[in-house]
């Protein structure tokens, strides 16, 4: 009781000393610069002190840092202070000294934040400092840190650069005494950006990534010299034949080498390489919009349309993927001290933000003047990994357990790119290094809940090239030139650009011309290369060849670190594989559609196009062989035989492997089959027949347009975007409504198909519906009289794709046997004017899609990857590595020979999980997951907005 009058007299001296100069000071002030006492709050200060607090039993507790930051985007709005300790300089959290307002009254320990600083009245010429004193109420308490509001001033009389010295201090309400040494805080315009803060305040931020490629030119072609000699054809003795020479060759290299070459001078320039590779990029959240889109060297493409109507998926502009599976402290601490250092940005000329940094320097390490590089930079900064492999586990700001989970760095080495020559270039040797975090597993029978089992994350899925020279199968003039990832084995002994010797070989030409030995050695012999060669191996001979190769990643294991995951947590597109007990799985970085998607995956269909001669009949099925190439049809009628005869613009001549004749006839084979229904006209000359049309670049539907009119009635069929629509696809015919009874003002048609079946009586004013087409018949000025015809011709409309996509994104697999991806499978709508099962044009931004081709670019199963990419306004060469066409994925993850897509556990307390490589539900809880990963269907894929579940044992 004694101690406690003694502070309060303490207390109450002390305020009145301190308002006796205040007041001191305000007087002075006011006779030399008119200062008032508006500016000066007065603050009850019982047992408060100037900038610390005291007392004569408290703990020492001491601040680790402070943050503020507005409470809202809005103008004008409070700040509010967040004041975090240093957990291992304090004895005791700091909720046993103050509790937040909503405690009851006898367990109440209010606390106040105190903020002082020091005011510059410059007004008079004469700088003349001010000190300041505010308490705010503390309204959040944790163990470890204290929130407040900061003061009412803050953003409108406090000028950046101010030092503000920062405490708590008991309120007079709260009889706990503790000591808080005041924290030197500058305000600044700088914003303090984080994802989260442990609890001492130190701040953390989420890692996304991105990949970006790279283009290069080379040399594409070698040719046979040129060379001259007087003509002995000729009888003017000056007469000069040029001529190739089989065994002297002009060779195109990268720097244009060949071109001056008496005798080299028709080589053609470098073209851009196939060989090129795409590198994972690393950057912080804070930083996603210094992301350069490219350079000379280097190209980042972003997604060209959104995946949804949202635009929530794949938003359009962004750059691929940017998922977050990791986070890392933004400053180096005993706790986080392994530096991560990664390629972040792509390097532009004079762009101050790409310059390469280090963890181990506080500044730019590199000019960012070059334009042909990728700059590396500091990501943040990881913990190392506990004794026995695990990974320590810390508290977060708001108290809450964050572990972390293994953050290992893989690097894939590509292949050397040589030129023309067979000399690689001279260039570093390409890798690629990515960051990938362990995942963690959910086991009931784990006996220690701060140690997680975890498994091994996904790796990069293979992509792929570009066989734009049409190598993987030069036998087959039908060939459609495409992508095929790179561990396809029709890469092995090929050049991926198709550089090969000169391939001459006709009456005036010379074939390349090379010395080869036979098997024991002993006899060498000159031997022509050209493609009618006996000898199979002699009909081409490339330069360089390679062969087939995925790129396995490859740990580097003295880089030993841990990291917490991102917050939120947000997954790339997902790939899987089952492979007996083990379960394969790779992220999708590489983008997966460019502007040559139709030769990626392409669905080639076919439908008539016109028609010849006076017969009426009709074509129906018509399909295609699985290696339909783009190409016209003819299909003529034979009198000899009582058949047709079909013939391709590519493939030739087709032999049916069964064949029927009328009254209606079938055609089939291994190219194009179909069917032709017999009209009211029978088939009987050879000028009688159609033209089909196999195409990718559209759809072909059958549409009708507005009838031709014939008759005294002015009536009239309403246009096409209204009512008139055809009901059945494959028809391909002329359809009549003919008036076969007058009315005022009306009448009755009766509608008839190309064979004279009756479809049914439309009557004048009501809409026509029938399973062939649908109408309405108009009243006009003049009135309908019997024979009145309307004549509707149903032929085929080419509808282009759009480049529009659906609500899907990434791919279980086609030609296989997984299900489409029904988890978002939209809901066709209806439209009067194309039919049922069409989106009609401008719905949700998508147009014209039939229902059989809600997966465009669908071929015998269903593919849902859609993810649209563009290279921006860089390169006019739009052929960059994609991800590899899904049978190639699969294959990869599917041989078991590459352990490091391999679902491992790599932590389970040594207990029986160790090893193994399969969890029951796959790598991710299967409630997360389109399709299932065991099973019948063996293929599963995750959606990229959906996090990747706790896989179970």
Same mark, same amino acid.
């Given at each position: 009781?004694?101690?406690?009058?003694?502070?309060n007299?303490?207390?109450r001296?002390?305020?009145?000393?301190?308002?006796?100069a205040?007041g001191?000071?305000?007087?002075?002030?006011?006779?030399?610069?008119?200062?008032t006492?508006?500016?000066?709050?007065?603050?009850?200060?019982?047992?408060?002190?100037?900038?610390?607090?005291?007392?004569?039993?408290?703990?020492?507790?001491?601040?680790?840092?402070?943050?503020?930051?507005?409470?809202?985007?809005?103008?004008?709005?409070?700040?509010q202070?967040?004041?975090?300790?240093?957990?291992?300089?304090?004895?005791?959290?700091?909720s046993?000294?103050?509790?937040?307002?909503?405690?009851?009254?006898?367990a109440?320990?209010?606390?106040?934040?105190?903020?002082?600083?020091?005011?510059?009245?410059?007004?008079?010429?004469?700088?003349?400092?001010?000190?300041?004193?505010?308490?705010?109420?503390?309204?959040?308490?944790?163990?470890?840190?204290?929130?407040?509001?900061?003061?009412?001033?803050?953003?409108?009389?406090?000028?950046?650069?101010?030092?503000?010295?920062?405490?708590?201090?008991?309120?007079?309400?709260n009889?706990?005494?503790?000591?808080?040494?005041?924290?030197n805080?500058?305000?600044s315009?700088?914003?303090?950006?984080?994802?989260?803060?442990?609890?001492?305040?130190?701040?953390?931020?989420?890692?996304?990534?991105?990949?970006?490629?790279d283009?290069?030119?080379?040399?594409?072609?070698i040719?046979?010299?040129?060379?001259q000699?007087?003509?002995?054809?000729?009888?003017n003795?000056?007469?000069?034949?040029?001529?190739?020479?089989?065994?002297?060759?002009?060779?195109?290299?990268?720097?244009?080498n060949?071109?001056?070459?008496?005798? @080299?001078?028709?080589?053609?320039?470098?073209e851009?390489?196939?060989?090129?590779?795409?590198?994972?990029?690393?950057?912080r959240?804070?930083?996603v919009?210094?992301?350069?889109?490219?350079?000379?060297?280097?190209?980042?493409?972003?997604v060209?349309?959104?995946?949804?109507?949202?635009?929530?998926?794949?938003?359009?502009g962004?750059?691929?993927?940017?998922?977050?599976?990791?986070?890392?402290?933004l400053?180096?601490?005993?706790?986080?001290?392994?530096?991560?250092?990664?390629?972040?940005?792509?390097?532009?000329?004079?762009?101050?933000?790409?310059?390469?940094?280090?963890?181990?320097t506080?500044?730019?390490?590199?000019s960012?003047?070059?334009?042909?590089?990728?700059?590396?930079?500091?990501?943040?900064?990881?913990?190392?990994?506990?004794?026995?492999?695990?990974?320590?586990?810390?508290?977060?700001?708001?108290?809450?357990?964050?572990?972390?989970?293994?953050?290992?760095?893989?690097?894939?080495?590509?292949?050397?790119?040589?030129?023309?020559?067979?000399?690689?270039?001279?260039?570093?040797?390409?890798?690629?290094?990515?960051?990938v975090?362990?995942?963690?597993?959910?086991?009931?029978?784990?006996?220690?809940?701060?140690?997680?089992?975890?498994?091994?994350?996904?790796?990069? @899925?293979?992509?792929?090239?570009?066989?734009?020279?049409?190598?993987?199968?030069p036998?087959?003039?039908?060939?459609?030139?495409?992508?095929?990832?790179t561990?396809d084995?029709?890469?092995?002994?090929?050049?991926?650009?198709?550089?090969?010797?000169?391939?001459?070989?006709?009456?005036?030409s010379?074939?390349?011309?090379?010395?080869?030995?036979?098997?024991?050695?002993?006899?060498?012999?000159?031997?022509?290369?050209?493609?009618?060669?006996?000898?199979?191996?002699?009909r081409?001979?490339?330069?360089?060849?390679?062969?087939?190769?995925?790129?396995?990643?490859?740990?580097d294991q003295?880089?030993?670190?841990c990291?917490?995951?991102?917050?939120?947590?947000?997954?790339?597109?997902?790939?899987?594989?089952?492979?007996?007990?083990?379960?394969?799985?790779?992220?999708?970085?590489?983008?997966?559609?460019?502007?040559?998607?139709?030769?990626?995956?392409?669905?080639?269909?076919?439908?008539?196009?016109?028609r010849?001669?006076?017969?009426?009949?009709?074509?129906?099925?018509?399909?295609l062989?699985?290696?339909?190439v783009?190409?016209?049809?003819a299909?003529?009628?034979?009198?000899?035989?009582?058949?047709?005869?079909?013939?391709?613009?590519v493939?030739?001549?087709?032999?049916?492997?069964?064949?029927t004749?009328?009254?209606?006839?079938?055609?089939?084979?291994?190219?194009?089959?179909?069917?032709?229904?017999?009209?009211?006209?029978?088939?009987?000359?050879a000028?009688?027949?159609?033209?089909?049309?196999?195409?990718?670049s559209g759809?072909?539907?059958?549409?009708?347009?507005?009838?031709?009119?014939?008759?005294?009635?002015?009536?009239?069929?309403?246009?096409?975007?209204?009512?008139?629509?055809?009901?059945?696809?494959?028809?391909f015919?002329?359809?009549?409504a003919?008036?076969?009874?007058?009315?005022?003002?009306g009448?009755?048609?009766?509608?008839?198909?190309?064979?004279?079946?009756?479809?049914?009586?439309?009557?004048?004013?009501?809409?026509?519906?029938?399973?062939?087409?649908?109408?309405?018949?108009?009243?006009g000025?003049?009135?309908?009289?019997?024979?009145?015809?309307?004549?509707?011709?149903?032929?085929?409309?080419m509808?282009?794709h759009?480049?529009?996509v659906?609500?899907?994104?990434?791919?279980?697999?086609?030609?296989?046997?997984?299900?489409?991806?029904?988890?978002?499978?939209?809901?066709?709508?209806?439209?009067?004017?194309?039919?049922?099962?069409?989106?009609?044009?401008?719905?949700?931004?998508?147009?014209?899609?039939d229902?059989?081709?809600?997966?465009?670019?669908?071929?015998?199963?269903?593919?849902?990857?859609?993810?649209?990419?563009?290279?921006?306004s860089?390169?006019?060469w739009?052929?960059?590595?994609?991800?590899?066409?899904?049978?190639?994925?699969?294959n990869?993850?599917?041989?078991?020979?590459?352990?490091?897509?391999?679902?491992?556990?790599?932590?389970?307390?040594?207990?029986?999980?160790?090893?193994?490589?399969?969890?029951?539900?796959?790598?991710?809880?299967?409630?997360?997951?389109?399709v299932?990963?065991?099973?019948?269907?063996?293929?599963?894929?995750l959606?990229?907005?959906?996090?990747?579940?706790?896989?179970?044992?």
């Amino acid at each position: 009781m004694k101690r406690q009058q003694s502070e309060n007299i303490r207390d109450r001296r002390l305020a009145r000393s301190l308002l006796t100069a205040a007041g001191a000071l305000c007087i002075s002030l006011a006779l030399l610069s008119g200062c008032t006492n508006q500016r000066l709050k007065v603050t009850k200060l019982s047992r408060l002190s100037g900038t610390e607090a005291s007392g004569s039993s408290g703990t020492l507790t001491k601040i680790s840092s402070v943050t503020i930051a507005p409470t809202s985007a809005a103008a004008g709005s409070s700040y509010q202070t967040t004041v975090f300790f240093d957990t291992s300089q304090t004895t005791a959290p700091i909720s046993n000294y103050c509790t937040n307002p909503t405690a009851t009254d006898s367990a109440s320990k209010p606390c106040l934040c105190q903020f002082a600083w020091q005011e510059v009245n410059s007004s008079t010429g004469t700088a003349i400092a001010i000190p300041r004193v505010v308490h705010t109420t503390v309204d959040n308490v944790q163990p470890s840190l204290v929130g407040c509001l900061a003061p009412e001033v803050y953003s409108t009389e406090i000028l950046d650069g101010t030092l503000i010295k920062i405490s708590v201090v008991p309120a007079p309400a709260n009889s706990e005494t503790f000591s808080v040494s005041a924290y030197n805080y500058t305000k600044s315009k700088s914003v303090d950006t984080n994802t989260f803060k442990d609890a001492q305040g130190r701040s953390f931020m989420n890692i996304l990534r991105y990949g970006c490629y790279d283009r290069r030119q080379r040399g594409m072609a070698i040719q046979s010299k040129l060379g001259q000699l007087p003509n002995p054809n000729s009888a003017n003795t000056g007469d000069i034949a040029t001529y190739p020479i089989g065994n002297r060759f002009c060779v195109q290299r990268a720097n244009s080498n060949g071109l001056s070459i008496e005798g @080299c001078e028709t080589l053609p320039p470098p073209e851009y390489t196939a060989q090129t590779y795409y590198y994972n990029l690393f950057i912080r959240e804070s930083e996603v919009g210094d992301i350069n889109p490219g350079n000379a060297r280097y190209t980042c493409p972003t997604v060209k349309e959104a995946l949804n109507a949202t635009g929530s998926l794949g938003s359009e502009g962004k750059y691929w993927p940017l998922d977050s599976s990791f986070s890392l402290s933004l400053g180096r601490t005993a706790d986080f001290p392994i530096g991560v250092v990664s390629n972040s940005k792509v390097s532009n000329p004079n762009d101050p933000t790409s310059v390469s940094t280090s963890c181990d320097t506080t500044s730019g390490s590199g000019s960012g003047t070059r334009g042909s590089t990728l700059n590396a930079s500091c990501l943040g900064f990881a913990a190392k990994p506990n004794g026995d492999g695990t990974c320590p586990y810390f508290r977060d700001s708001t108290g809450a357990i964050r572990f972390t989970y293994r953050l290992r760095r893989y690097i894939a080495f590509y292949p050397p790119i040589f030129d023309t020559n067979g000399m690689p270039l001279e260039e570093p040797q390409a890798t690629d290094t990515i960051y990938v975090v362990d995942r963690p597993v959910s086991a009931a029978s784990n006996p220690d809940p701060l140690k997680p089992y975890t498994m091994r994350g996904p790796k990069p @899925c293979p992509f792929a090239y570009f066989d734009h020279k049409s190598v993987l199968d030069p036998g087959n003039a039908a060939y459609s030139a495409s992508y095929a990832g790179t561990n396809d084995s029709r890469w092995n002994g090929k050049n991926v650009d198709g550089i090969q010797l000169p391939n001459f070989d006709s009456a005036n030409s010379c074939a390349a011309t090379v010395p080869m030995v036979n098997a024991d050695r002993s006899v060498m012999s000159l031997t022509t290369i050209h493609p009618g060669n006996l000898r199979s191996d002699l009909r081409r001979s490339y330069i360089r060849p390679v062969s087939s190769w995925a790129p396995h990643y490859v740990e580097d294991q003295d880089f030993q670190a841990c990291a917490p995951l991102s917050d939120p947590f947000r997954d790339p597109p997902l790939h899987f594989a089952r492979n007996g007990e083990n379960v394969a799985w790779c992220a999708e970085v590489y983008p997966t559609q460019n502007d040559n998607v139709a030769r990626l995956d392409a669905q080639v269909r076919a439908t008539v196009s016109s028609r010849s001669g006076t017969a009426n009949g009709k074509v129906t099925s018509i399909t295609l062989g699985t290696q339909a190439v783009e190409e016209s049809f003819a299909v003529t009628y034979n009198p000899a035989t009582g058949r047709f005869d079909a013939r391709g613009s590519v493939s030739g001549a087709i032999t049916p492997s069964a064949s029927t004749g009328a009254p209606n006839f079938s055609f089939t084979s291994s190219k194009l089959s179909f069917t032709i229904q017999q009209g009211t006209t029978p088939f009987s000359s050879a000028s009688d027949g159609f033209t089909f049309l196999a195409s990718a670049s559209g759809s072909l539907k059958v549409v009708a347009s507005a009838p031709s009119q014939t008759g005294t009635g002015t009536g009239t069929v309403t246009d096409a975007s209204s009512s008139l629509a055809v009901t059945d696809p494959s028809a391909f015919e002329t359809i009549t409504a003919t008036c076969s009874a007058a009315a005022a003002n009306g009448g009755t048609f009766t509608v008839r198909d190309f064979a004279g079946n009756n479809l049914g009586a439309a009557t004048v004013g009501v809409a026509f519906a029938s399973a062939k087409i649908n109408f309405t018949i108009v009243d006009g000025a003049t009135d309908f009289v019997v024979g009145d015809k309307f004549t509707f011709s149903l032929s085929p409309s080419m509808v282009s794709h759009s480049g529009k996509v659906r609500p899907f994104t990434s791919h279980s697999v086609r030609n296989t046997s997984s299900t489409e991806c029904s988890a978002t499978l939209p809901t066709i709508p209806s439209n009067a004017s194309v039919g049922a099962g069409y989106y009609p044009a401008g719905a949700s931004g998508l147009a014209n899609h039939d229902a059989a081709d809600i997966f465009e670019g669908q071929v015998a199963s269903k593919t849902c990857d859609r993810t649209v990419l563009n290279p921006l306004s860089g390169p006019s060469w739009s052929r960059f590595p994609l991800l590899a066409p899904p049978s190639d994925v699969e294959n990869m993850l599917r041989s078991a020979t590459d352990p490091s897509y391999v679902c491992t556990m790599t932590f389970d307390n040594g207990g029986a999980k160790t090893g193994k490589k399969s969890p029951s539900s796959g790598c991710c809880q299967a409630a997360s997951v389109a399709v299932s990963s065991g099973g019948a269907v063996d293929t599963a894929h995750l959606e990229p907005d959906a996090a990747c579940g706790l896989p179970q044992y």
